[in-house]
């Protein structure tokens, strides 16, 4: 493997390095649950500031907008970024703007313009995708290269705690129960967001005290460690279509759930009943995390994947052809699939490119964009041809990354001028 592990400072070394990596873990776990619980807040920001600033439902899908159109516009950026300042310290920086995002959201409410929050948003989902970009390649390397994708689904499965409970204490703290949103006030969100702020700034200043193992390149006779681009790796580009496809399809499924279980032939729900149901969805992702982290100790990480994603086609086909609970549960069982599906391919996609892996990981958090496109795909599909056999093309979304894992993940450099 072209990614080693260096004690800071050496003294701290020892000859197993075992100890360190469990302490590096623990402290990076934090920042996974952070992230997790920050974005899955945008669920409770919409609705209020639908309300707050009576939008439509464009203008109000804006937030979720900003935050991937960050992880578009600065995944590269910060994959040069810590390539150059190494992956410890860009999370300190992940960690300062994430804070300053939050803050900004302070005066956007004092000022009650909606614009300043979408700045304050894409300033916050900056900083993630900063985070993102050093912390999962940091992850992959704490260890064997085998193991890689059972650490770092381990990690992804605090996350989807995160987003787990982010939606209980965001109601809480942004809506006041019983009462209704007052017009053109935002200030609501001052305090919570505030509270982030010092939260994240304590975390940047542990990170930026703790002596944690340093990525570092070395070249080996199975590496390629000269080459000149992580674009060179066939791996790594398939890997980042199948994050674009995967996160594209997680998240149209889990915006159109709530619409699905309303329609007559489905569950003939309310809206608000039918809401309550997604916890099952997100939830089966963090239960399925947990489940795939231990079986990854015994089989690889492509099969596994490649089993996940055939389930998430057969479980998707269910729910296009049959009506009424079936269909319902088997949507809601994707989401168990989903759950191993981010790290592993993040896992897969970087094993093996040495000193480019900060790039690499830049390319793969750039695909990320796929939540913004695929969505919307599957909204035109609905209008076009019914909301049941729009869930179609997530179902597509599955078979290339069943071929990813049966295929595609197998590592390769394709040779200059060939």
């Known amino acids: 493997m072209a990614i080693s592990l260096q004690q800071q400072p050496?003294?701290?070394?020892?000859a197993s390095g075992g100890g360190s990596y469990r302490f590096?873990?623990?402290?990076?776990?934090?920042?996974?649950?952070?992230w997790g619980f920050i974005t899955c807040l945008n669920d409770i920001l919409i609705p209020y500031l639908k309300g707050a600033f009576e939008l439509n439902y464009t203008q109000a899908m804006l937030v979720q907008f900003c935050f991937f159109i960050a992880y578009f516009m600065v995944s590269l950026p910060a994959g040069k970024l810590v390539g150059r300042i190494g992956y410890q310290r860009g999370i300190v920086v992940g960690l300062v703007v994430a804070s300053l995002g939050c803050i900004l959201f302070y005066p956007a409410a004092s000022a009650g313009i909606y614009a300043l929050f979408l700045i304050a948003l894409f300033v916050l989902a900056s900083g993630i995708t900063i985070l993102q970009v050093a912390a999962n390649p940091y992850v992959s390397a704490l260890g064997p290269a085998e193991t890689a994708p059972s650490r770092l689904t381990?990690?992804?499965?605090?996350n989807s705690f995160g987003t787990t409970v982010a939606p209980f204490f965001g109601s809480i703290l942004i809506f006041t129960e019983g009462a209704e949103v007052i017009k053109g006030d935002a200030s609501a969100t001052q305090g919570p967001y505030l509270m982030l702020a010092g939260a994240l700034l304590i975390?940047?200043?542990?990170?930026?005290?703790?002596?944690?193992?340093?990525?570092?390149?070395?070249?080996?006779?199975?590496?390629?460690?000269?080459?000149?681009?992580a674009w060179q790796y066939s791996h790594l580009?398939?890997?980042?279509?199948?994050?674009f496809m995967y996160v594209g399809a997680e998240v149209a499924i889990g915006s159109t759930i709530v619409n699905f279980f309303t329609l007559d032939s489905i569950a003939g729900m309310h809206e608000g009943e039918a809401a309550k149901y997604l916890t099952y969805y997100w939830g089966g992702a963090m239960v399925g995390r947990f489940i795939g982290a231990a079986v990854m100790q015994k089989i690889s990480g492509r099969t596994v994947l490649a089993f996940n994603a055939i389930s998430a086609i057969v479980l998707i086909l269910i729910a296009v052809f049959f009506d009424g609970m079936l269909a319902m549960w088997a949507i809601l069982l994707v989401g168990l699939c989903n759950s191993v599906m981010f790290p592993t391919?993040?896992?897969l996609a970087l094993n093996g490119l040495g000193k480019h892996t900060a790039q690499g990981s830049g390319i793969l958090c750039l695909a990320i964009v796929g939540g913004a496109i695929v969505p919307l795909l599957q909204g035109m599909l609905a209008d076009g041809i019914g909301l049941?056999?729009?869930f179609l093309l997530p179902a597509l979304c599955y078979v290339y990354i069943a071929f990813y894992g049966i295929k595609g993940a197998k590592p390769h450099v394709i040779e200059s001028g060939k």
Do not use: C, H, N
């Open 10 to 14: 050496a003294q701290e070394q020892s």
């Open 345 to 347: 391919i993040f896992s």
């Open 388 to 390: 049941q056999l729009s």
């Open 237 to 243: 580009t398939l890997g980042a279509l199948g994050i």
């Open 24 to 34: 590096a873990l623990v402290a990076l776990t934090s920042l996974f649950f952070m």
């Open 203 to 229: 975390l940047a200043g542990i990170f930026a005290k703790l002596a944690l193992p340093r990525i570092t390149s070395q070249t080996g006779e199975d590496t390629a460690d000269t080459r000149g681009s």
């Open 154 to 158: 381990m990690t992804q499965a605090f």
